[in-house]
């Protein structure tokens, strides 16, 4: 069982707002990512990370930051949020020579 | 660009069917190609496909890759409710991160 935990679970907020959504993993894995997943379309990926002081930007381009100061913590930050931001954004974690990915159980965003 | 396509996108069957979920794929630099489960929350981890003609079978279901026809099958025998869930297929490719397909919405009618 994957140990990666996401908080807020739900958010709801208003324009304009910052917010960070977080993200941990205890199993010491290297990697960590950030997909966001509106319903019934595919995960897009937005940003990933191979170990400490190392983010990239993913596939779908995103207005958000990451940073990875820690090898557990990878967490997500809107400085300020709009409607279009609306989504599921899920994190995932994997060791550095595996391809299999786990993820959290994910942030449910909606921005009034 | 690397891209997934799985079919159908949505399917529904009685308990106690037989089910075939399909995925096919162009990737550069093909790594391997892996199978999840969704249901409300997290996708879960189900196989991972690296050689063709191998066959991963993990109780009731199972999976094979083909890598000269580029696709994979996801198969559910004796279905259950418990099955009914998003099933989504992904592939690895050379930049080593993975490219997820739309998923297949599968719902099991007792």
């Known amino acids: 069982e994957a140990d990666i935990y996401q908080t807020p679970r739900y958010l709801v907020i208003g324009t304009g707002k910052k917010i960070t959504l977080e993200c941990s993993q205890t199993?010491?894995?290297?990697?960590m990512y950030w997909y966001q997943q509106d319903p019934g379309m595919e995960l897009h990926l937005i940003h990933y990370s191979y170990g400490v002081n190392s983010t990239e930007k993913g596939d779908l381009s995103s207005e958000s930051t990451v940073s990875r100061i820690r090898t557990e913590h990878f967490p997500l930050t809107l400085e300020s949020a709009r409607p279009s931001h609306t989504s599921q954004y899920l994190c995932?974690?994997?060791?550095?020579?595996?391809?299999?990915?786990?993820f959290g159980p994910g942030t449910r965003l909606t921005v009034t | 660009e690397d891209k997934v396509v799985q079919s159908p996108l949505s399917l529904v069957v009685h308990e106690g069917d037989t089910v075939t979920l399909n995925c096919s794929y162009e990737?550069?630099?093909?790594?391997?190609l892996l199978w999840y489960k969704q249901e409300k929350k997290a996708p879960t981890f189900l196989f991972m496909l690296t050689s063709s003609g191998i066959e991963k079978k993990s109780g009731r279901l199972s999976s094979i890759l083909d890598k000269k026809e580029l696709f994979s099958i996801l198969n559910i025998t004796a279905t259950q409710t418990g099955d009914s869930a998003v099933y989504l297929c992904a592939v690895c490719g050379g930049a080593q991160k993975l490219v997820f397909g739309q998923g297949t919405r599968l719902t099991i009618n007792p």
């Open positions: 199993m010491g894995h290297d990697k």
């Open positions: 995932a974690s994997s060791e550095l020579a595996a391809y299999e990915q786990y």
């Open positions: 990737v550069t630099n093909f790594r391997s």
